[in-house]
Each structure stands twice: as structure tokens, then as C-alpha cells.
């Protein structure tokens, strides 16, 4: 690949070529100092590297935030200047050049897709119309799908500054998320059992090491062991018998998982991580493998805020394809996002860098005269590969949320939809309840069928 080294006024002259004219007048601001240098870098197939812009321009990392503003100001026709071109550090240059373009998630990548459907759930809410409004595209811009791309394409060393920007993108543009605290825990669990032992942060603390073993013994052996059981349980014993009772009928187990609620909600007084990884791992246990009782789990959230993400891990680790095919295939879908190519040389596909953003919004008066790809919307590179979305313009007040701005039409169909299927399941209960009891056809006198009176 080409690569050369220049200044500033090198990388205008690059520049300027054919736009010459175009090009905003830079007399009357600062003088240009040439003697700030970049090494900058184009692709092979990139005929007159001379004549094209570079892909990539690399330099120290307390560098770029001057170069940023200098570019904005200087180049014009290039804003934001990484919605075109990669700014990096020397370091992540090296490394990424030597990369292949995407790294398979391997034999836990349903654990990984239903820890993200599982983050989906929480911040939606598990109502009538779960999951179908849970759409690819929101789980696309979950905390912990930024993670899981983070490692599909390698970046285990970095998993942090990931975590951090994604954070960032919402404080900046005043749409911050609730933290989920189990998250960090879930996913840091769920790295640590890939074969390239990728970990959040720093080594594993002791006080969580018990969900790793747990989670280890459930992909390894299908099941935690019963001492692990009994030290996550700790002192009540009830759920020692609760557990024993999710091999029998799924009758039995959804009763089971019912009463344990009391037991739970005693944890989470004292410890609402282990609390909530007991509700998760319980639930799992009713349809191992699937993710289709996790409105059941959902009635714990209040005392376990994390069920549903430990429900969405344990659940994966035991999956046979079931969780891709959950919801009709998104699942699925959700992992192709996941293990998309993506070549550090390409072009960027986000309209700035996090780095940029910073840049233009961290300021007195923020610089938001710059051109999105979609109207109301802001995609942002988190990482090379790593992107994610949020509102543009940015709200005046902090009140955003990932799943708002539904128009009243669509809440409208949800809600016709919605009242169908429980109108539907009221019927089917009448019709069993008739069987059972044997009331004959002449029980229910002047009863018509309740369909041929609605209208939709």
C-alpha cells in the first residue's frame, strides 16, 4: 500500500486538485504550519494515489484533536474530514493494517446474539408486542452489540475505549442510556470463555469469578455443577429444590421459576448481580437453549435488574440454532451484522468519528453545520468497523431513548395487532375450557363466534 509522509500544507495542495475553486479561502485565518507532519496511506487499487485522497491518515494521538479543528476550518469540502478519511494512531495503523477484516464470534456466538437480545429486552420492555419491535436496527445500536463487534473483528484489546465511546456518542448528542450494571459483567464473563480469552477491562475480580465458573460449566457440561449451585445460592436453600425441579415437566418449571421470585428478591437486597444471574440462569432452565419464556423472566426485573441479560447468556451457551432462529430469524440477522467484512483501507461508511464529534460538540458553541447521510439521523464510528446511530439534531433535553420517535400510526397497528391475539387466546381458552368440563354444544346458549363480530 502507498504511504508517504506530509504536512498540512502538503494535505491541502492533496486536496484542493479539481476543488480548487470550491475550497473555502483560508487567507485572513492562522498560518498554515507545514511543519506539523502525517503519515498518510491509500490502497493498492488506488490508480494516482497523487490524485485521490488517502485513506488513512495516522498521527500521535495528542495530535488529533488540533488537526481536527485545523481540518474543519481549512477544509470545507471535507466535513466532517473522517466521514472520508480515517484518522488513527500510528500504533492502531500498524495493527489494523496487518488484520484480516472480520473474526468469526466461533462456537459462543449465540451466547453473544442473546446477551444482545436480552440488553433489547430490558431497554424495550417485554410487552404485548415483544419481540416484534425489537427490530435489527435497534439491536444494532445496543451497548453490547458495539462490544460483540468490537470482537468479531478483533479488537480484544480494546473493548474499553469501545464501551467508552459508545457511552459518549449519547452524552454528546444528550441521549444517554440508563447503565445496565449486569452488562459489563455479562459480557465480560461471556469474552472470557472465547477461545481468544478477550476480557473488559482489567483481569477477572474474585467476587465474580463465580458467574465465569458457573457460565463455563453450563457451555462445557450443560448444566452448573451443584457445589457452584450451592455457593451462588449461598443460604437459601429453597432454590436448591427449585433447581431440582426444572428437569421435569414445563408445566412444573414455569411454576418452579414462579417461586423463586421470593428468594431472588431476598438477594438482590444484599447483592443485585448475583440476584439477577439466578433469575437469568432459573429462567433458562424452563426451554434450555431458547428464548421464548422471557416475558416469564421479565417479572422479576424489579428486584433483578439484569434477568434478561444473564437469561439471553445462559440461554445462548446451550443453544442449537434456536436463538438465531428466534423471532422469526433475527437472531440470525443480528449475527450477520455481527460478522460483516470490513477492511480498515475502505472508505468510511458513518458520516464522522467519535473522535470528531468530540471535537465539534465539546465546545462553547458547538459546530453542528455539517451534512448527515439521512435526515434525523447520525451515524458515528466508534472504531474502525464499529458504528452506531443516534437522533441528529440532538434533542435540548436529555429525554431520548433507543427505541423513540415510533409515529402514532405504528403504535396504532401494535396495538390492533395486539388486541387480536388476546382476543384470539380468549377464545381458544373458552373452546378448551368447553372440552374439559364437557359442556356439549348447547351449554353456552345464543353464544356466536366472537371473529365474525370484530372488524379490523
Not at 58 to 80: C, G, K, N, V
Request: aromatic share 6%; with cysteine; net charge neutral.
Amino acid at each position: 500500500m502507498p504511504t508517504t509522509t506530509i504536512n498540512r500544507r502538503q494535505l491541502l495542495e492533496l486536496v484542493w486538485g479539481s476543488h480548487r475553486d470550491t475550497l473555502a479561502d483560508p487567507s485572513g485565518a492562522e498560518p498554515i504550519r507545514a511543519t506539523q507532519e502525517m503519515t498518510v496511506i491509500w490502497r493498492d487499487e488506488d490508480a494516482t494515489p497523487g490524485g485521490t485522497l488517502p485513506r488513512i491518515v495516522s498521527m500521535p494521538p495528542e495530535a488529533h484533536q488540533d488537526f481536527l479543528a485545523w481540518a474543519y476550518t481549512y477544509l470545507a469540502i471535507l466535513r466532517p474530514f473522517t466521514a472520508f478519511v480515517r484518522l488513527l494512531t500510528p500504533g492502531m495503523t500498524s495493527e489494523l493494517t496487518q488484520r484480516a477484516g472480520a473474526v468469526a464470534l466461533g462456537r459462543r456466538r449465540e451466547a453473544f446474539v442473546a446477551l444482545i437480545i436480552g440488553e433489547g429486552a430490558t431497554r424495550l420492555g417485554v410487552g404485548p408486542g415483544f419481540p416484534l419491535q425489537l427490530t435489527p436496527n435497534a439491536c444494532a445500536n445496543l451497548h453490547s452489540h458495539a462490544l460483540a463487534r468490537a470482537v468479531a473483528l478483533g479488537f480484544d484489546q480494546h473493548l474499553d475505549e469501545v464501551s467508552s465511546a459508545w457511552s459518549s456518542v449519547r452524552e454528546l448528542t444528550r441521549q444517554s442510556e440508563p447503565e445496565l450494571a449486569d452488562l459489563r459483567t455479562a459480557f465480560q464473563v461471556l469474552s472470557g470463555l472465547t477461545d481468544r480469552r478477550s476480557q473488559l477491562g482489567p483481569s477477572f475480580p474474585p467476587e465474580l469469578s463465580i458467574f465465569h465458573r458457573a457460565c463455563s460449566e453450563i457451555a462445557d457440561l450443560g448444566d452448573i455443577r451443584d457445589e457452584t449451585w450451592s455457593v451462588l445460592t449461598g443460604q437459601w436453600t429453597s432454590l436448591r429444590k427449585i433447581r431440582g425441579q426444572m428437569i421435569e415437566s414445563r408445566e412444573t418449571r414455569i411454576r418452579a421459576f414462579e417461586g423463586a421470585q421470593i428468594a431472588i428478591a431476598e438477594i438482590s437486597r444484599a447483592n443485585t448481580i448475583q440476584a439477577s444471574f439466578v433469575s437469568g440462569y432459573l429462567g433458562s432452565r424452563i426451554a434450555p437453549g431458547e428464548l421464548d419464556h422471557v416475558s416469564i423472566v421479565a417479572r422479576t426485573l424489579e428486584s433483578a435488574p439484569g434477568a434478561l441479560l444473564w437469561f439471553g447468556l445462559c440461554s445462548g451457551l446451550r443453544s442449537d440454532g434456536q436463538i438465531l432462529a428466534f423471532a422469526g430469524g433475527l437472531g440470525r440477522r443480528i449475527l450477520r451484522d455481527l460478522e460483516q467484512e470490513s477492511n480498515v483501507l475502505d472508505r468510511p461508511r458513518s458520516d464522522l468519528a467519535i473522535g470528531e464529534l468530540e471535537v465539534l460538540l465539546n465546545r462553547d458553541r458547538p459546530l453542528t453545520d455539517f451534512r448527515a447521510g439521512s435526515n434525523g439521523v447520525l451515524t458515528v464510528e466508534l472504531a474502525p468497523g464499529i458504528s452506531t446511530t443516534v437522533r441528529w439534531p440532538r434533542p435540548m433535553d436529555a429525554q431520548g431513548t433507543l427505541f423513540e420517535g415510533r409515529d402514532v400510526s405504528f403504535e396504532t397497528q401494535i396495538l390492533v395487532k395486539d388486541l387480536t391475539v388476546a382476543l384470539d387466546r380468549v377464545d381458544s381458552i373458552r373452546r378448551r375450557l368447553e372440552r374439559t368440563v364437557d359442556l356439549g354444544s348447547g351449554s353456552l346458549r345464543g353464544r356466536t363466534d366472537p371473529k365474525s363480530k370484530r372488524r379490523y
